[in-house]
Each structure stands twice: as structure tokens, then as C-alpha cells.
């Protein structure tokens, strides 16, 4: 068997956009000739499949799955909002995410190697890109970990569009965890506690506020109480535990958790396409395009 040099594989993939695994298997297929790994690549519909990637999927649904200790969330991306309705989309997400929590891979290189009905995750995205007609990217995913005496708690929002993974020491249930997994959908705090806050963050809501006092006209020694209450109103809005319980705002969610013998030790929350640049849709420019055909 020929010898497949790395810079053989990147120059495949800058061709036809496949995978750097597909790019390597069509390589030792056809013995390093590269004009019949392409056709090779065609032939299996894997280049076709790469002709989708450049379009932009910012649509898609998240999914968690929970195995013992373990627990891990993702995201699949799709082109509309249609798509990540179809049911063979669902599944996927959901068996990626499955596959993801049974065997941890340290990075999205590992998680596209993982095994799915026996093909690859990045196989199987290739496959479904093939049969729905749109590009699909599995954008990313986090591991959490509990022990014994903890729980998970998953919540989805909006069929997927808002995906919660919330993990509680001290505590096995599942019911408070999943409380909490919705009051952060619904919520969005940035941090678990206060102390996490990064330092910059801090510094620069500060100088915020001192400015905004400033501008108020107050005394200086009057400015300074003004800024450490202003302080205190932000650090514990963006603080999970110091929220409100969105279900019952008489307590905060920290309270809320001491109540079951638990506290809040992490969480992670996914929205699709957050961060991410979406397609503009300009019907009449489409239509005019039509018109000039």
C-alpha cells in the first residue's frame, strides 16, 4: 500500500471539502492517485456531499443523553429550520449526542471518528447530507461528569432550539435538577457564582457605572455606595445561583437546591446558531434572479 502523506490528504480535502478520514480511506484506495480518490469520493457521493459545505448552517437543534456518570450535550447545525425538524435529523443529533456521552473523545477530531450503525459520525453527517439536500455540521459539544450522590438535569426548549445539561452535588433528584436545566433555558445566566466572574468583566461594568454616576451628578463619597449596590445587582444577575427561582421567585435558585440537600455545581447551555453569521433571505432579489433565467 502506497504511503499517504499528510499534505496528499489536505490537498484532497481542499478539493472536494470531505473529511480528513474519507480523504485518507479514498487515498489508500486507489494507491495516492488523486484524480481517482476524487472520482472514488463521487462515486460514494461524499463529494457531492461537499458541495454543500460552504453554505451557511445556522439552524439545527441541540440534544443531551446522560449514561451513569456521564452526560454530554450537542449541537447540529442545519440550513433551515425545516430541516432541523425532519425526523432523520432528530436522530442523528440524538445518536451523536449518545455516542458522545459512552466514550468522552477529547476533541471534535475524536468525536467525528466515533462509530455510529458502524460508520463514522462523520460518515453518517456525509449520508444525511446526501439524502436531505442540505449542508449539516455538527458544530460542538461539552462532557459533564457527577458522581453517585448527584444528578443531571436536561431541558430542551423550543423543540431544541435551547438545550440544558445542569449537574447538582449532593442531591439525586433528577426533578430539581431539571427545574434548574429550565430556569437556565429560560434564564440565561452567564456564570454558577459570583466568584467566577472573570476579573475583566468586572472592571469594565465598574467603569460603566462609575461614569453613568458621574454623569448623574452625585457627590463622589455618595458615588462610590451607588457603584458597589450597582455592582452587587449585576454580579448576582449574571450569577445562576443568585437568580430568582424562575418557578418561584420568592427564593433564589441556590435556596432552591439547599431545599433537596443539594447546590449547583455546573452547567452547560447551547442555543443554536448562537454566535454564528445566518443568511439573509432577500426574497425580491430571488425573485428577480428567477425572472433573469
Same mark, same amino acid.
Given at each position: 500500500?502506497?504511503?499517504?502523506?499528510?499534505?496528499?490528504?489536505?490537498?484532497?480535502?481542499?478539493? #472536494?471539502?470531505?473529511? =480528513?478520514?474519507?480523504?485518507?480511506?479514498? $487515498?489508500?484506495?486507489?494507491?495516492?492517485?488523486?484524480?481517482?480518490?476524487?472520482?472514488?469520493?463521487?462515486?460514494?457521493? $461524499?463529494?457531492?456531499?461537499?458541495?454543500?459545505?460552504?453554505?451557511?448552517? /445556522?439552524?439545527?437543534? #441541540?440534544?443531551?443523553?446522560?449514561?451513569?456518570?456521564?452526560?454530554?450535550?450537542?449541537? $447540529?447545525?442545519?440550513?433551515?429550520?425545516?430541516?432541523?425538524?425532519?425526523?432523520?435529523?432528530? #436522530?442523528?443529533?440524538? &445518536?451523536?449526542?449518545?455516542?458522545? %456521552?459512552?466514550?468522552?473523545?477529547?476533541?471534535?477530531?475524536?468525536?467525528? /471518528? $466515533?462509530?455510529? *450503525?458502524?460508520?463514522?459520525?462523520? @460518515?453518517?453527517?456525509?449520508? %444525511?447530507?446526501?439524502?436531505?439536500?442540505?449542508?449539516?455540521?455538527?458544530?460542538?459539544?461539552?462532557?459533564? #461528569?457527577?458522581? *453517585?450522590? *448527584?444528578?443531571?438535569?436536561?431541558?430542551? @426548549?423550543?423543540?431544541?432550539?435551547?438545550?440544558?445539561?445542569?449537574?447538582?452535588?449532593?442531591?439525586?433528584?433528577?426533578?430539581?435538577?431539571?427545574?434548574?436545566? =429550565? @430556569?437556565? %433555558?429560560?434564564?440565561?445566566?452567564?456564570?454558577?457564582?459570583?466568584?467566577?466572574?472573570? /476579573?475583566?468583566?468586572?472592571?469594565?461594568?465598574?467603569?460603566?457605572?462609575?461614569?453613568?454616576?458621574?454623569?448623574?451628578?452625585?457627590?463622589? &463619597?455618595?458615588?462610590?455606595?451607588?457603584?458597589?449596590?450597582?455592582?452587587?445587582?449585576?454580579? /448576582?444577575? =449574571?450569577?445562576?445561583?443568585?437568580?430568582?427561582?424562575?418557578?418561584?421567585? *420568592?427564593?433564589?435558585?441556590?435556596?432552591?437546591?439547599?431545599?433537596?440537600?443539594?447546590?449547583?455545581?455546573?452547567?452547560?447551555?447551547?442555543?443554536?446558531?448562537?454566535?454564528?453569521?445566518?443568511?439573509?433571505?432577500?426574497? %425580491?432579489?430571488?425573485?428577480?434572479?428567477?425572472?433573469?433565467?
Amino acid at each position: 500500500m502506497a504511503k499517504i502523506s499528510a499534505k496528499l490528504v489536505k490537498e484532497l480535502r481542499d478539493m #472536494t471539502g470531505v473529511g =480528513m478520514m474519507d480523504a485518507k480511506r479514498a $487515498l489508500e484506495h486507489v494507491e495516492g492517485d488523486i484524480d481517482r480518490a476524487v472520482d472514488h469520493l463521487r462515486e460514494k457521493g $461524499l463529494a457531492s456531499a461537499a458541495k454543500k459545505a460552504d453554505r451557511i448552517a /445556522a439552524e439545527g437543534i #441541540t440534544a443531551s443523553y446522560a449514561d451513569g456518570n456521564t452526560a454530554a450535550i450537542i449541537e $447540529l447545525n442545519s440550513e433551515t429550520d425545516f430541516v432541523a425538524k425532519n425526523e432523520q435529523f432528530q #436522530t442523528l443529533a440524538e &445518536n451523536i449526542a449518545k455516542v458522545v %456521552a459512552e466514550n468522552k473523545p477529547a476533541s471534535m477530531e475524536e468525536a467525528m /471518528a $466515533l462509530e455510529i *450503525d458502524g460508520q463514522t459520525v462523520e @460518515h453518517a453527517i456525509a449520508d %444525511a447530507i446526501n439524502v436531505i439536500g442540505e449542508n449539516i455540521s455538527f458544530r460542538r459539544f461539552e462532557i459533564l #461528569t457527577k458522581e *453517585d450522590g *448527584d444528578a443531571f438535569g436536561e431541558y430542551v @426548549h423550543m423543540g431544541g432550539r435551547i438545550g440544558v445539561v445542569t449537574v447538582i452535588e449532593g442531591s439525586t433528584d433528577e426533578e430539581v435538577a431539571r427545574d434548574v436545566a =429550565m @430556569h437556565v %433555558a429560560a434564564i440565561n445566566p452567564q456564570y454558577v457564582h459570583r466568584d467566577q466572574v472573570p /476579573a475583566d468583566v468586572i472592571e469594565h461594568e465598574k467603569s460603566i457605572q462609575t461614569e453613568k454616576a458621574l454623569n448623574e451628578g452625585k457627590p463622589e &463619597n455618595i458615588v462610590e455606595k451607588m457603584i458597589t449596590g450597582r455592582m452587587n445587582r449585576f454580579l /448576582a444577575e =449574571m450569577s445562576l445561583t443568585e437568580q430568582p427561582f424562575v418557578k418561584d421567585p *420568592d427564593v433564589t435558585v441556590a435556596k432552591y437546591v439547599e431545599n433537596v440537600g443539594g447546590n449547583v455545581k455546573e452547567f452547560v447551555r447551547f442555543e443554536v446558531g448562537e454566535g454564528m453569521e445566518r443568511r439573509e433571505e432577500d426574497f %425580491a432579489a430571488e425573485v428577480a434572479k428567477e425572472m433573469r433565467k
